[in-house]
């Protein structure tokens, strides 16, 4: 099905480069009156435009504010400050829009946790405007597909972390709604799993032209499926582009990952924290991005300092989507304060 028709069926005349979201100079601060005022805000000043058929990423940790902005752009909250409009349309006063364009799957559940994973997904279809027929099929469908067969008939609350979120996913999925929004689609998913749903989500937006929008921290697995990315640290937008032109930006760099020997830790960490591209990830591993010009040279510098018996591996590649949130934020993705 082209994407033209596939618009015009689900209400929506397709334009190439037309705006999806266009959210205006939003901000947002938790609590009332003296206390709102003097809390971090949760968003400040977050503007963004995201056109059809885009798959559209929201990098940052927790903390960062992705879920406070997503959750104003399905109308869960309200902004204190800004607009945001969906289509053309201020959300704010035609709320229903939302419901009508936008597949939202949240970080954690809150209604339908009664249901079983097939009435779940049925009923959500059928309130899509599916037919009884069609919404039965395509739950039946969805079950198959993400292995959900042996749970089809257990209560949604009462389910594993990751049977919830492949549940969630087929929620989010049937109907075929528009717009998708996905708030840490794979956390709690074994690594099948997760493959599973990125190669869906790219088949989705490619051959059905969805626009999706994904708010996730796993950098390593996302930079292989979205298009443009803004990075989000401690309520603010810092930084957004193409995930290509953010890269070239420190492409001029060579990341060097080190995995330190747990027994050999400090004395390698005290060589480490002096150099000043060196940044810790993990316990016991850590990332130096030395000049691609002097790169063999540098490398051999680092390596020889640090003593190859000291480590368990390492790894030369090019700069990464983390390096580039590195580079914005100054932090690694993990270190982002609450």
Known sequence: MTQTKLANLQGLEFTPNQTVYAVEHIAKRYGRGKAAQSARPANLDISLEIKQGEVFGLLGSNGAGKSTLIKQMVNLLSPDEGRISLFGV???????????????????????????????IYFTGHMRGMSRHDAKKAAAQLVEQWGLGEVRRKAVRNMSGGQNRLVSLAITLVGDLPVMIL???????????RRQV???LKEQNTVHGTTIILVTHNVQEAEHVIGRVAIMSKGRMVGMGRVSELKSKIDQSVRLELFIK?????????????????????????????????????????????????????????????????????????????
């Open 90 to 120: 201020d959300i704010a006063k035609k709320p229903d829009i939302v419901t009508r364009k936008v597949a939202y799957m949240p970080q954690k559940p809150n209604a339908l946790l009664d249901l079983t994973a097939e009435e779940a």
């Open 183 to 193: 708030d840490e689609p794979t956390n709690e998913l074994d690594p099948a799993f």
């Open 262 to 338: 747990p027994d050999r830790a400090e004395i390698c960490e005290s060589q480490l924290v002096a150099l000043e591209q060196a940044r810790q990830l993990k316990p016991y591993h850590w990332v130096v991005l030395v000049p691609r010009e002097n790169a063999e040279e540098d490398i051999y510098k680092v390596l020889g300092g640090i003593r190859l018996d000291n480590l368990e591996d390492f790894r030369v590649q090019t700069a990464s989507l983390e390096d580039v949130y590195m580079a914005f934020t100054g932090r690694t993705i993990e270190d982002e304060d609450e």
């Open 198 to 200: 990125w190669d869906h």
